[in-house]
């Protein structure tokens, strides 16, 4: 008599590639530059993430990097483009998802040079530095913010906004440590 096989049902399956697909997202190398061509450490700083008082958003989620109107952005890491538009606070803006599960978000931009679901390069040029939405008037940089899809728990502190430094990463020791 010939065992019977068990099947796997399709819901098993399903569950299988999506942990499979998760994996592959944090095993993916992270190779990160930083975004403004030809800017250093020294052109933000050092003490900006999660400052406070920030504007309206109370603390600072980001770092923002100098440089000069039209000074070419570069994707930080390789990713997929998620977004490219305008919103109010950001102006013109780029969201893209990299390895690691991290939204890399870049603001303030002058110009746009990519496009939505389009695949991008570590150190590929996708806009230049400006200062649209509520950076007008003020020196040309651009906001540059990481943020994990899955929360980092033990990231949490008792500051201001503490509870959201599980999703928002320090941006310098992204690219510093990198």
């Known amino acids: ?28 190398p992270e190779h990160t530059v930083i975004p403004v061509k030809g800017a250093s450490t020294s052109d933000w700083n050092n003490q900006s993430f999660w400052y406070e008082p920030w504007g ?4 600072h989620k980001g770092i ?6 039209g000074q070419e952005l570069v994707s ?17 803006v780029i969201l893209v998802l990299g390895p690691k599960w991290k ?12 496009d939505t679901l389009s695949f991008v390069a570590s150190g590929e040029v996708i806009g230049t530095v400006g200062d649209s939405g509520n950076a007008k008037g003020k020196p040309p940089h651009v906001h540059y913010s990481i943020v994990s899809i899955f929360p980092h728990f033990w ?12 999703f928002y990463l320090d941006p310098e020791k992204n690219l510093i440590h990198n």
């Open 76 to 92: 930080s890491t390789s990713g997929l483009v998620l977004y490219k538009g305008e919103i109010k606070k950001g102006g013109k």
């Open 103 to 114: 939204l890399h978000y870049y603001a303030h931009l002058d110009s746009i040079n990519t």
């Open 155 to 166: 990231k949490v502190t008792a500051e201001t906004q503490g509870w959201k430094k599980m």
């Open 1 to 28: 008599m010939v065992p019977k096989k068990k099947k796997i049902s399709r819901s098993k399956k399903l569950l299988i590639g999506f942990i499979i697909f998760i994996l592959l997202g944090y095993f993916t």
């Open 56 to 59: 309206t958003s109370g603390v």
């Open 64 to 69: 923002d990097i100098f440089g000069k109107k």
